[in-house]
């Protein structure tokens, strides 16, 4: 059986800072995410690479998704710790492939990893991270 794709719904109601930055969806169900990122010279460092905030910031959206897709309907999600490893540059003009896919669901805390990838189909980092889910709040 296939899961349905939620990318077009997340690119129409993503979060702002990741339509501010670009984020488009490709792949949103709740075992497997992708993303793509066009690095342009407003998402870059000294040389003209990604920087590395915005590859911690668009796995945090990811990762982010990803909790969303798997909690109680009327939960909230918040990241409470993420780790990268930096591994090679993605030049400007280049789009950033992300795979997010879980390492655990539970009840309260989820734990999703995020591989950034450059156009050469080349790793160029690693997020984990880890999401609190919060019970929706009784009237």
């Given at each position: 059986m296939t899961e349905d794709n939620f990318?077009?719904?997340?690119?129409?109601?993503?979060?702002?800072?990741?339509?501010?930055?670009?984020?488009?969806?490709?792949?949103?169900?709740?075992?497997?995410?992708e993303g793509e990122l066009v690095v342009t010279p407003d998402h870059c460092t000294i040389p003209a690479t990604l920087h590395g905030g915005a590859i911690m910031a668009f796995a945090d959206n990811m990762g982010g998704v990803g909790a969303f897709m798997n909690m109680p309907q009327g939960s909230m999600t918040t990241t409470i710790e993420s780790k990268t490893n930096f591994l090679r540059p993605i030049p400007v003009g280049e789009t950033a492939k992300a795979v997010t896919t879980p390492l655990n669901l539970g009840r309260s805390v989820q734990v999703w990893k995020t591989e950034i990838f450059r156009g050469d189909g080349k790793l160029a980092a690693v997020v984990t991270q880890t999401q609190m889910i919060r019970a929706a709040k009784s009237d």
């Amino acid at each position: 059986m296939t899961e349905d794709n939620f990318a077009d719904a997340f690119n129409e109601n993503n979060a702002p800072f990741a339509k501010m930055m670009g984020v488009k969806m490709t792949l949103v169900t709740k075992e497997r995410l992708e993303g793509e990122l066009v690095v342009t010279p407003d998402h870059c460092t000294i040389p003209a690479t990604l920087h590395g905030g915005a590859i911690m910031a668009f796995a945090d959206n990811m990762g982010g998704v990803g909790a969303f897709m798997n909690m109680p309907q009327g939960s909230m999600t918040t990241t409470i710790e993420s780790k990268t490893n930096f591994l090679r540059p993605i030049p400007v003009g280049e789009t950033a492939k992300a795979v997010t896919t879980p390492l655990n669901l539970g009840r309260s805390v989820q734990v999703w990893k995020t591989e950034i990838f450059r156009g050469d189909g080349k790793l160029a980092a690693v997020v984990t991270q880890t999401q609190m889910i919060r019970a929706a709040k009784s009237d």
